[in-house]
């Protein structure tokens, strides 16, 4: 009778727990059992792993096999398990040595014929493992992801032969390739967009602190290519936002290419997307679209089209950063720190307000159109932006002096990030009332006529701090962060407030 022990990772969320997968070679006649709340796919792994290892020319144990996934109140799912659960039952038959197994962690599904397929969630759970110390062998279909965590040992492998091969010294792993990331991300540059200057400024208001975005305006005005223009005016990722972003993408089976890991995503969902699908949901949760956007940007076209009880689950991410799903045996949490940008038309035609007489919507559906965006959402959205129709003489000819490329207004923007960051840890739109006091004095006369101003148009509290927050960013961007927003600065804020 022998006891083997191999560690693994779950996947919880964005969370990757470590499993504890003890093998127990008993007598008697051949059984095999498994305890530890295994799901069906995890339970299956006995047929797999047994005529994987025939297949790699290993024996299988004969007698009582009991396998025990710990803990034992931790729900387990999928085929992840595979390659400890093989490793374990070799080194309880004494073909592998123990000390060297303890000291590694295994990921990975096992083909028949014993050759390692790749699981999904692999980043959270190395970036998990990285604080155990241990080595982590993981299948080489991983390994663009497994190269995107530093500071920890990996090996990939293609078959369980390999890794038992290693594990007896009589064979080598390689480790995965190393990603350059020291070329910029390439994204949409903003000097493709002619015109619509008020829209590029609120763009890189919105850049430089944080803010969500509405473009409002008729078809064809450029909404989206403006949209898809934010995420290239973003600072760069620092590696841990870039980690934490990817670790997202990865647990929803949406990484990028290695070569891209550090872009900033830009997630854009169709308006017939579910709550589920926006949010997250499932038995088992996955992150929703506003997660994958995580540190990125969510774009939401024809918002009025999107369901109203869609649209209402945003508000709650908007403000505190992240999503949580609740079931009735488990709470699962994602990140959700996103800019939103939100497009959408006048009237149900597009053409309200065409001086042309092109609308033929009556005031009744303009109304029931526009009401369809609930006043909370709206008045979470710091920058109403209109994206008026551009004449077709201005799109024609080279770039104008005010036609900026990206690289220009990001400097600038960068420049007002590092200035916020410096004096208050994080970007303007995080400010909490606290520190939207601290960091946005007003002198007397100007706080008198600001909370005169937003009186007169029906303003909230959450409305007035919104508005501060935007006016510091304007001031961050005239290179004045030691001073407290102007009134100058105050007035360009109020009047992206409809």
Known sequence: MTLAVAYSRAQDGILAPEVTVEVFLGG???AFY????????????RDRVWVALRNTGFETPNGRVTVNLAPADLPKEGGRFDLALAVGLLTAAHHLPAERVAACEFLGELALSGELRPVAGLLPALLQAR??????IVPRANAGEAAMVGGMRVLVADSLGDVCAWLTET????SPPVVDASDEPTYPDLGDVRGQYQARRALEIAAAGGHHVLLSGPPGTGKTMLAERLPGLLPSMSEDEALASCAVRSVGR???????????????PHHSASAAALVGGGS???PGEISLAHEGVLFLDELPEFRRSVLEALREPLESGQVVISRATSRTTFPARF?????MNPCPCGHAGDPRGRCTCTPDQITRYRSKISGPLLDRIDLHVPVPRVPLNELRGEPGPHDESTATVRVRVRRAREAAVTRQGCANAALDARGVERHCPLRPTDRQWLEAAVERLGGSARAFHRILRVGRTIADLAEDPAS????MHLAEALQYRS
């Open 131 to 136: 604080e155990s110390g241990r080595i982590a």
């Open 171 to 174: 064979g080598d792993l390689d």
């Open 484 to 487: 407290p927003p102007g009134r």
């Open 284 to 286: 088992r949760p996955r």
């Open 254 to 268: 949406q990484l990028p290419p290695p070569v891209s890991w550090r872009s900033r995503p830009f997630r854009a």
């Open 34 to 45: 498994m305890v530890g709340m295994a799901e069906t796919a995890v339970r299956e792994a």
């Open 28 to 30: 008697g006649l051949p």
């Open 339 to 343: 800019q939103l940008v939100a497009a």
